[in-house]
């Protein structure tokens, strides 16, 4: 059951409208430390930071901002040449991030890091740096960081005037995030037991992220794809009980699709908002929508009996012994 006291994960999720307006605000004081129009960049992280980088790589490239690739920073591949490296670390402490920071410092390649904490080892490693120290969270899972890390790469695009067509701004984003912390869950979704996340374009990095949120906070069985590629066999896992949860515009026939094979869909975009065998949901942008997914990650863990604020076999940071940038 639930606790009577807020586990600190809900309460930190449940601050980040406040913070995705108060990184909007901050741009001009990190603006400069961004990637420029033009330049070709590398977005790394792990784990959450990837999935994020892979969201905003989508954007800025499809923005027409410039070329833009994401990996997870141990998967950076050697040899290849970037304007601009812009790493992506809460805890600034994560050993493959300071691994490839001090292997692009040797070969002269600019680097920016983004991190919540100003006294970690990120600070001397990046070239530049954005400290978003009032996203910061005490939870080992990201959530609140890694949202207001997005928000304010997608403030800097709407800024140049390069967010793609029907991406929407930071303030219409907020505000539904706001509905995202409050709305009731659906029980058909709180109660299934498997979950298919699905993206396209820069939303696949929120399906991918949801996904991680709810095997690391609760230890659900999920999975995640592009949109299209959800019925080239991962519809075979969907059926009664089981939920596909679909972040942005819902390709034509895919509700009738998890229809046919008697899954819960879920779908929230700014064209299509409705479930299957539920209730119907408003209009919310794809970040927002992410809340949702980490509300849902905490009911099911606490109805579970897990804590939330503990999850089972993770730390804040992955620091590996022996090794230093």
Same mark, same amino acid.
């Given at each position: ?8 994960? %809900? ?21 400069? +430390?961004?990637?420029?129009?033009? !330049? ?21 490239? %499809? ?10 920073? %141990?998967?950076? *591949? ?12 809460? %805890? ?28 970690? *080892? ?37 800024? !140049? ?29 709180? @109660? ?27 230890? +659900? ?26 972040? @942005? ?13 008697? @899954? ?46 503990? *999850? ?14």
């Amino acid at each position: 059951m639930p606790s009577a006291t807020p586990s600190r994960t %809900s309460v930190e999720i449940a601050t980040q409208p406040a913070c995705w307006r108060q990184a909007a605000r901050s741009l001009p004081a990190h603006a400069a +430390a961004l990637p420029r129009r033009g !330049e070709r960049v590398a977005v790394v992280g792990c784990g959450t930071s990837w999935f994020m980088a892979q969201s905003y790589a989508e954007l800025r490239e %499809s923005g027409g901002h410039g070329e833009t690739d994401a990996f997870a920073a %141990s998967e950076f *591949p050697a040899g290849r040449r970037y304007d601009r490296i812009l790493a992506i670390t809460r %805890s600034g402490t994560t050993t493959e991030v300071l691994d490839l920071l001090g292997r692009a410092r040797a070969a002269g390649v600019p680097t920016t890091a983004i991190t919540a904490d100003p006294a970690t *080892p990120v600070m001397t490693a990046a070239d530049a740096l954005v400290v978003l120290d009032f996203a910061d969270e005490e939870s080992v899972v990201q959530t609140r960081f890694a949202t207001t890390v997005l928000a304010l790469l997608r403030a800097h695009l709407e800024a !140049e005037g390069a967010l793609p067509p029907g991406v929407r701004s930071v303030a219409e984003a907020a505000q539904d995030a706001e509905r995202a912390v409050s709305e009731e869950l659906a029980a058909e979704v709180c @109660g299934a037991e498997q979950f298919t996340f699905l993206g396209s374009g820069w939303t696949y990095g929120l399906a991918l992220e949801a996904g991680l949120k709810m095997r690391e906070a609760a230890g +659900a069985w999920t999975e995640a794809y592009p949109a299209m590629e959800y019925r080239h066999g991962p519809i075979s896992i969907t059926g009664p009980g089981r939920v596909t949860w679909m972040f @942005g515009s819902l390709p034509q026939g895919l509700e009738d699709d998890v229809a046919r094979v008697g @899954g819960t869909l879920v779908a929230h975009s700014q064209t299509q908002t409705q479930t299957q065998h539920g209730a119907r949901a408003g209009d919310l942008d794809p970040l927002a929508d992410l809340v949702r997914a980490q509300r849902l990650a905490v009911t099911i863990a606490e109805a579970r009996g897990y804590d939330p604020d503990r *999850p089972r076999n993770l730390t804040r940071s992955v620091v590996l012994e022996g090794r230093h940038a």
